[in-house]
C-alpha cells in the first residue's frame, strides 16, 4: 500500500514555545462524509475506508492498488460534528488568537462535499425551525468556547467580527448595512493584504455573534445544482479579532483601522466543480468558472509555497482576491488549519483524489507564526506628565488656529462675511470678463489669420503677374538704335485713357519701351479729368487710380516727351526696379507677428486693398501689353 502525506505538525504545541515559534507546517484534517441518500439510491459504491485515525485508504472501484494518504486527523462518516470540532484542536487555535497570533480555519473540497456542513452545520430545515446544537458546526462551537474563554480571563477582552464573501471576484461585505457591494483589496506594509471599507462590528455576547452570522449565512449566494441543492458560490470569510485593550485605547472602527491583537478566521470556500458534473448553466456556470478559477490560483500559491527557494521570491498573491487574502496564512506569520471534505463516493473519486493530492501539499507549505508586539512599557511618570501637558498644549492650539482666519482680518462676523460675499462677486466679474477677453481674442486671432492668408495669395499673384510682365518686357525690347518717338505725342490727349481705360500708346516707356500703367504715364494729369469729368481722383474707378508707389505726375509732362531728358522718366526707372527685384512693397508689408491684442485687422486691412489695386494695376499693363504685342508688328 501506497502512503502519503506528511508527519503531523501540531501548530499548537509548536508555538508554545515563544511568540515567535520555528517554521510550523500548515494542519490538514480530512473528513470524509456520509454517503448521500440521492448516491445511496444511485447505488453507488463507498471507495474511501479509513484505516487508524490518521490515515485514509482509497480503493479504485475497478481494482488496481489501493492508495494511502496520511493526514493530522481523519474523520469517515460516522464522525459527528463534536469529534470534527475537537479532532481539529480549534480550541488550541483558539487560545493563540488570544495570545495575539493570526489564526485560520478553512475547509476545501469537492462541491457538495460538506464543507459548509462542518463549518456552520447543516441549513435550517424551514423558518423558524432552529438547527439542533449537536449539528451546529465548528463556526458556532469556537464561538461559544470563545466568549466562554473571555469571561474567564484576568484583563478584559474586546471583540470585534467582519464577514465577507468573494463572489464573481468581487468582494462584498455581508454585514453591510446597505446593500452589499464591491469592495477593494488594498495592501500595506503594516497590515498586508486588506478590504478596505469592511464593517467591522464589535460584539459582546455570544447571542450577537450568532446574529452576525446569521446575517451573513442569509445574505451569502447559494444555488441549487445536480449535487448539491445549497451549493454555496462564493468564498466566504468571518473573522474575529480579539484585542487585549481597553475601549478607551481602541482606535475607532470607522477609520478603518483594525484593532492590533490576534484573529481567528474562518474561510469556507466554494467547491472545486465540472459543470459537466453539476449540468451548471448561464449564470451557475460563470459562478462555477470563477471558483474554479480562485482555486487554481490558491492552488498554485500552495505549489510554489513547497519550494523553499521559490518561498523566498515571487508567490503569485495577487493573481486573485481569494489568494490575497490567505496570503498570510498561507506563507506569512499566521496559524492554518485546513479541512479537507471528500465524498466517499466513486463517482466523485476523481474530484476526491484532486482533493486528498491538494490536501498532502498543503500540509507540506510552512508557516512561521508571530504575535504582534508586545504594548510598549508604561511611560515612567514624569514622561506621561509631560506628553499629558503637551497634549493639552497641542488642542489648546488647534482651537486657536479654528478661530484664526476671521481674526486676522480684524472683520467681524457680519463684515466678514459681506467682504467674502464681495469678494466672490468680484471673483465672478473676472471670470466673466475673462471669458469675454478670451472670446474676443480669438476672433481678432481668426480676422487676423484670414487676412494673412489674403495678403498671402495677393501677394503670390502679384509676383507672378510681376514675372510675366518682364518677360514681355524682354520680348517687346528693341535692339540698338534711335529712340522711338513717344506715342503720346502723336494721339489726340482726349483718345488717351480713354475707355477701354488703358492707352495702348501710353504703355510703353518711350525710352526703353518698358510697359508702362496708365498711371505711370506722364500726361495723365492731362487725360485722367477729361475721361472722369469733375470726379475727384478718389472717385476714379480704382484701375484708373495710381498705386501708392505711383511716382508723383512731372510739372513738365505736359511738355512733348522728345524734349525730356533721361533723368526725367525716372518713374519708369522706379517702377523697373520695383519689378525687377520682385521685394513686398511698403504698402503691403508682412504682418507683424507682434501681441495677439493689437488689432491685426487694421494693420491687414490697410495692406490689402493696397495689395489689390497693385495687382490689379499689374493685371491692366499685362492685358495691354499682350493686345499691343499681337495687333502691333514687332519692332525691329
Ligand atoms: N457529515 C455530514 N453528515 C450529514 N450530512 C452531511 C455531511 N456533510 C454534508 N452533508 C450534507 O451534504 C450536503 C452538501 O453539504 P454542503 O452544502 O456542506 O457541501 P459543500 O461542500 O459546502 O458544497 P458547496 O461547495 O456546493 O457549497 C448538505 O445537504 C449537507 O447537509
Known amino acids: 500500500m501506497e502512503e502519503r502525506g506528511s508527519p503531523d505538525g501540531d501548530p499548537a504545541r509548536n508555538l508554545e514555545q515563544g511568540p515567535e515559534g520555528p517554521e510550523t507546517p500548515i494542519q490538514v484534517v480530512l473528513r470524509v462524509r456520509p454517503m448521500s441518500a440521492a448516491e445511496l439510491r444511485r447505488g453507488e459504491q463507498s471507495v474511501l475506508h479509513c484505516s487508524g485515525t490518521r490515515t485514509l485508504q482509497v480503493s479504485p472501484p475497478g481494482g488496481g492498488p489501493d492508495v494511502a494518504f496520511r493526514?493530522?486527523?481523519?474523520?469517515?462518516?460516522?464522525?459527528?460534528?463534536?469529534d470534527v470540532f475537537r479532532a481539529c484542536g480549534v480550541r488550541r487555535l483558539g487560545e493563540l488568537a488570544l495570545r495575539g497570533f493570526s489564526c485560520t480555519v478553512f475547509t476545501f473540497g469537492q462541491t457538495g462535499s460538506g464543507k459548509t456542513y462542518t463549518l456552520t452545520g447543516p441549513p435550517p430545515q424551514g423558518e423558524g425551525v432552529p438547527v439542533p446544537p449537536s449539528l451546529a458546526g465548528i463556526m458556532q462551537r469556537t464561538f461559544t468556547w470563545l466568549l466562554d474563554r473571555v469571561q474567564h480571563l484576568d484583563v478584559p477582552v474586546t471583540l470585534h467580527a467582519s464577514y465577507l464573501e468573494i463572489y464573481n471576484e468581487q468582494i462584498r461585505d455581508l454585514l453591510s448595512l446597505g446593500a452589499p457591494r464591491p469592495l477593494p483589496v488594498r495592501w500595506n506594509k503594516t497590515r498586508g493584504f486588506y478590504v478596505e471599507q469592511l464593517r467591522v462590528v464589535e460584539f459582546g455576547s455570544l447571542g450577537a455573534l450568532m446574529e452576525l452570522l446569521q446575517m451573513g449565512l442569509s445574505r451569502r449566494r447559494s444555488s441549487a445544482h445536480t449535487l448539491n441543492q445549497a451549493s454555496s458560490r462564493s468564498h466566504a470569510l468571518l473573522t474575529l479579532y480579539i484585542s487585549h485593550q481597553t475601549p478607551q485605547q481602541m482606535p475607532p472602527v470607522d477609520t478603518g483601522e483594525l484593532p492590533a491583537g490576534g484573529k481567528l478566521c474562518f474561510v469556507d470556500l466554494a467547491g472545486s466543480e465540472k459543470v459537466v458534473a453539476t449540468g451548471?448553466?448561464?449564470?451557475?456556470?460563470?459562478?462555477a468558472n470563477s471558483i474554479n478559477r480562485s482555486l487554481l490560483a490558491l492552488g498554485?500559491?500552495?505549489?510554489?509555497?513547497?519550494?523553499?527557494?521559490?518561498k523566498q521570491s515571487h508567490i503569485p498573491f495577487r493573481d486573485s482576491k481569494l489568494t490575497k487574502l490567505l496570503a498570510d496564512s498561507l506563507g506569512g506569520h499566521g496559524v492554518t488549519l485546513m479541512v479537507a471534505c471528500v465524498s466517499p463516493s466513486a463517482q466523485c473519486l476523481p474530484e476526491t483524489l484532486s482533493t486528498l493530492r491538494y490536501a498532502s501539499r498543503a500540509q507540506r507549505v510552512t508557516t512561521r507564526p508571530q504575535a504582534p508586539r508586545p504594548p510598549k512599557a508604561k511611560?515612567?511618570?514624569?514622561?506621561?506628565t509631560e506628553l499629558l501637558q503637551l497634549q493639552e498644549e497641542?488642542?489648546?492650539?488647534?482651537?486657536?488656529?479654528?478661530?484664526?482666519?476671521?481674526k486676522a482680518s480684524g472683520l467681524s462676523g457680519a463684515r466678514a462675511a459681506w467682504a467674502q460675499r464681495n469678494l466672490y462677486g468680484m471673483l465672478q466679474e473676472f471670470m466673466l470678463e475673462n471669458e469675454r477677453l478670451r472670446k474676443e481674442k480669438k476672433q481678432l486671432q481668426s480676422s487676423r489669420d484670414l487676412a494673412h492668408g489674403e495678403q498671402r495669395i495677393l501677394a503670390q499673384q502679384v509676383r507672378e503677374l510681376e514675372r510675366r510682365l518682364l518677360s514681355a518686357c524682354y520680348l517687346q525690347q528693341p535692339g540698338p538704335g534711335?529712340?522711338?518717338?513717344?506715342?503720346?505725342?502723336?494721339?489726340p490727349p482726349l483718345l488717351c485713357h480713354a475707355p477701354p481705360l488703358l492707352c495702348p500708346r501710353c504703355q510703353l516707356c518711350p525710352l526703353c519701351r518698358a510697359p508702362l500703367a496708365h498711371w505711370a504715364c506722364p500726361r495723365r494729369e492731362l487725360h485722367l479729368p477729361q475721361v472722369f469729368g469733375s470726379k475727384a481722383p478718389g472717385d476714379w474707378p480704382l484701375s484708373a487710380r495710381p498705386p501708392p508707389w505711383a511716382p508723383p505726375c512731372c510739372p513738365s509732362s505736359a511738355k512733348c516727351s522728345r524734349e525730356r531728358s533721361r533723368s526725367e522718366w525716372t518713374?519708369?526707372?522706379?517702377?523697373?526696379e520695383m519689378l525687377t527685384k520682385e521685394k513686398v512693397m511698403p504698402s503691403a508689408p508682412p504682418l507683424p507677428a507682434g501681441p495677439v491684442n493689437a488689432s491685426p485687422v487694421l494693420r491687414g486691412g490697410a495692406a490689402v486693398p493696397n495689395l489689390a489695386r497693385r495687382l490689379e494695376a499689374l493685371r491692366d499693363q499685362i492685358g495691354t501689353s499682350l493686345r499691343r504685342g499681337r495687333s502691333q508688328p514687332p519692332p525691329r
Open 71 to 82: 493526514f493530522g486527523a481523519v474523520l469517515d462518516g460516522a464522525s459527528t460534528q463534536d
Open 280 to 287: 451548471s448553466r448561464g449564470e451557475l456556470m460563470l459562478e
Open 300 to 310: 498554485h500559491c500552495i505549489s510554489l509555497l513547497l519550494d523553499p527557494q521559490r
Open 379 to 384: 511611560l515612567p511618570q514624569h514622561l506621561e
Open 394 to 406: 497641542n488642542l489648546h492650539l488647534r482651537s486657536q488656529l479654528g478661530q484664526m482666519d476671521p
Open 482 to 491: 534711335p529712340t522711338p518717338p513717344c506715342p503720346c505725342v502723336m494721339v
Open 571 to 576: 518713374q519708369t526707372q522706379v517702377l523697373a
